[in-house]
């Protein structure tokens, strides 16, 4: 039976109001000590301890990284996930065929034996979080060079890794935080054996596509459900049919009592990176150089691959996840330069920069600990733009361009033992690599990544400076009289890196002549190699450079404004943020309302445009108002609403909680005006973008029909209690007396 827990409350007859937004992507363990109190003021009714403990049930509990690369929750005491639907994309597609598409149709399991079993998929709890930092700056020296802490410290976090995970069930890192000035060691409990439950379809869980993404107003169903199984203990086990459901030790609630402008909201998550601390060297780089040239290659790449995925659903399906991740960044590129320019962030950095040097040079001292900082920093920016193109290019157009040069890159180890005559690591290689091999040619559409191929090398012979590409692409191309289609056919009609059988065979007796001859490797081993001998070495003077002037800047600044509480750079562990739903000014005359309904969904719809496509059973029950318990109290289907929560990349999938520890929404976007966030977190407009709690549970229980997965969830429903007039209590009491 469904549960929804009914609450009464007194009826509010005043309205918060939208408050400016919260910057800060704060450590839970420091929640007590630097946020409790605000968070509070702003509507949290719970205390730190129930948000982050080691010794009790918490908040953090319920919260994963989900994969690695993205983050969802717990909301069910059966081990139920909640993340973004395009999180859960490529396990979709996995599934999906032409024949089954999933990807397209939405899947919903109706019973546990339906579950989909998603390999490679995992789920990570935080155990705990401890600050290591006097342990680990133990072993610096303040006469180390950089090089010399650097490997100084690499040294001690092996040692206290190595010792945390002895004899232990957890997993164990340690990361760096303020660059270098602080570090924290996290304990994970990993969990192997996902499976998906539910996904709605394409048209619903990415409606609007790459129109709309990055955008508000949004009307985007992004979520998906899986679930965590554990062996009869409750702890990770490797998949297999006896596993159970996972009893977690927190789960979210469900809020269906909906948002109001300037309600309380927390999130909390796995924010990938951000670049809070970057200077204004780092903007001139961003704006200048990098971002143009990572939207132009990404660009070709998105063109190469949808004229092929237009040609057909089986290549559709092969590379819809990899074209929605080229596609997310490549418009993330082009909103940041945009708003990096228009909220003058250039500016805001260099005031903050000439303040910092006007304090360090009034007194000797710190301008002997702090006075080389800016300098440092400036010569790194300078060395990096010597090579800047090279680097963007080897990252984009080479590591994350054909599939084969990347997969040939992958066998450098196996080339080695091969080399080296290592019998032993030869055949643990082979094992490894069959597997692989298999995935690849299965994932990959020769006809594209010939094209990227030849598209790729193209770009790169005319942007990267000559003298710094490699060689061997210049050889090759002359060889085809400078056709670089005919060129990329000439190394994929050889090589065994792009060929199933090929390689297979290649794989069963590797030999190293095949490796110095073959087209494909060549190419890699090349550009790899002289990026190493050429590049490499200059980028890593400037990078030494760069954590040094680095690391000074930040704990000058930090000890510049001794009363400011400041948080890290997103590094892709554990964060909470907080703050409020709120509307916002998007520029002169244009102001965005805080929520989006269905309505809007019918509005936008178009049969001639894919990304806006809109599935009857949707159309049925709209023109029905077949909305059940979900709709707000003026009959409307609130699909999304906007926070100022301070979030980022991997924060994809975070819960919105609200002041009582309910889950009100699905985080899963950013808006176009403040893309320049991740740099300069921009108060008056930064928005998260959040798809509504109700709206999900209206597209598993009315579009899906999945009533079982409703029933396993806890849903909550507050009742508003008016009070009785005088003369009310009067009758009722007269009422009583007759009776």
């Not at 995992?122 to 700056?137: G, Q, S």
Request: contains cysteine.
């Amino acid at each position: 039976m469904k549960r929804i827990v009914v609450l009464a409350i007194a009826a509010l007859f005043a309205f918060p109001v939208a408050s400016l937004a919260d910057e800060g992507m704060w450590l839970p363990m420091l929640i007590k000590r630097l946020n409790e109190r605000d968070m509070q003021k702003l509507g949290l009714q719970l205390t730190a301890e129930e948000l982050y403990s080691v010794n009790n049930s918490s908040m953090k509990d319920a919260i994963i990284n989900f994969g690695g690369f993205c983050t969802g929750e717990i909301i069910s005491p059966e081990g139920l996930i909640l993340t973004n639907h395009h999180c859960g994309y490529d396990a979709i597609r996995e599934q999906s065929t032409a024949e089954n598409d999933l990807l397209t149709d939405g899947f919903w399991a109706l019973s546990r034996d339906q579950e989909i079993p998603s390999p490679g998929l995992t789920a990570t709890f935080l155990v705990r979080m401890d600050d290591v930092t006097a342990d680990v700056l133990s072993a610096v020296g303040d006469t180390m060079s950089a090089q010399e802490r650097s490997s100084a410290v690499r040294g001690k976090i092996g040692e206290l890794v190595a010792a945390a995970e002895e004899d232990s069930e957890y997993s164990v890192e340690i990361k760096s935080f303020f660059e270098g000035n602080e570090y924290y060691m996290f304990t994970y409990e990993v969990f192997t054996d996902i499976r998906m439950v539910g996904a709605p379809p394409s048209s619903v869980g990415k409606y609007g596509g790459d129109t709309d993404n990055w955008e508000w107003p949004r009307h985007t169903g992004d979520f998906s459900m899986f679930r965590v199984y554990a062996g009869a203990d409750n702890k990770p086990a490797e998949y297999s049919e006896d596993n159970v459901p996972y009893k977690p030790k927190h789960y979210l609630p469900i809020s269906i009592d909906g948002v109001d402008n300037g309600d309380f909201a927390m999130v909390f998550g796995y924010p990938g990176s951000t670049d809070r601390y970057l200077t204004s060297y780092g903007i001139e780089e961003a704006v200048n150089v990098k971002n143009q040239n990572i939207v132009d290659i990404r660009a070709k790449k998105l063109e190469v691959m949808k004229k092929y995925m237009d040609m057909s659903d089986e290549t559709r399906i092969q590379y819809a996840s990899k074209y929605a991740q080229t596609a997310n960044y490549w418009k993330y590129f082009i909103g940041q330069t945009e708003q990096l320019q228009k909220n003058k962030v250039y500016d805001k950095k260099l005031a903050l920069e000439n303040d910092f040097t006007s304090w360090v040079n009034m007194y000797d001292e710190r301008k002997e600990k702090y006075g080389d900082a800016l300098n440092m920093l400036e010569s790194a920016y300078t060395d990096y733009s010597k090579t800047a193109v090279a680097n963007t290019y080897l990252n984009e157009a080479v590591f994350q361009g054909p599939s084969s040069l990347f997969f040939a890159y992958q066998m450098r180890g196996l080339q080695s033992a091969v080399v080296a005559e290592d019998t032993e690591k030869i055949a643990q290689l082979q094992a490894a690599f069959g597997p692989m091999g298999e995935e690849h040619f299965a994932t990959t559409n020769d006809a594209i990544d010939r094209e990227l191929m030849a598209e790729m090398m193209k770009m790169y012979v005319a942007n990267v400076p000559q003298d710094q590409q490699s060689p061997i692409v210049n050889e090759m191309i002359k060889k085809s009289k400078m056709d670089y289609t005919a060129m990329a056919n000439a190394i994929y009609d050889k090589s065994v890196f792009t060929d199933g059988e090929r390689f297979q065979e290649f794989l069963a007796n590797p030999k190293g002549k095949t490796f110095s001859k073959d087209p494909i490797f060549q190419m890699m081993d090349g550009v790899l190699n002289d990026y190493i001998a050429n590049i490499s070495p200059i980028r890593r003077a400037a990078n030494a450079k760069n954590d040094e002037g680095a690391r000074l800047f930040i704990a000058g600044l930090r000890e510049m404004n001794p009363t400011k509480s400041y948080y890290p750079d997103a590094n892709f562990t554990m964060r909470m943020t907080y703050g409020t739903v709120g509307d916002y000014e998007a520029r002169d005359a244009v102001h965005y309302n805080y929520y989006t309904t269905l309505a809007g969904v019918m509005e936008k719809e178009d049969d001639n445009d894919q990304e806006f496509l809109v599935p009857q059973k949707l159309n049925d029950l709209y023109d029905a108002k077949d909305y059940g318990d979900y709709a707000n109290e003026d009959g409307e289907l609130v699909v999304c609403f906007i926070t100022n929560n301070d979030i980022t990349g991997g924060n994809s999938g975070s819960p919105v909680i609200n002041g009582k520890g309910e889950l009100i929404g699905c985080a899963f976007d950013g808006n176009w005006e403040a893309m320049s966030g991740d740099i300069s977190f921009e108060e008056k407009i930064q928005r998260t973008i959040c798809v509504d709690a109700r709206y999900i549970l209206f597209i598993v229980d009315k579009y899906g029909g999945a009533t079982n997965l409703i029933e396993e969830m806890t849903i909550v429903k507050t009742e508003p209690v008016v009070e009785e007039t005088p003369a009310e209590a009067e009758a009722e009491m007269e009422t009583e007396e007759a009776n």
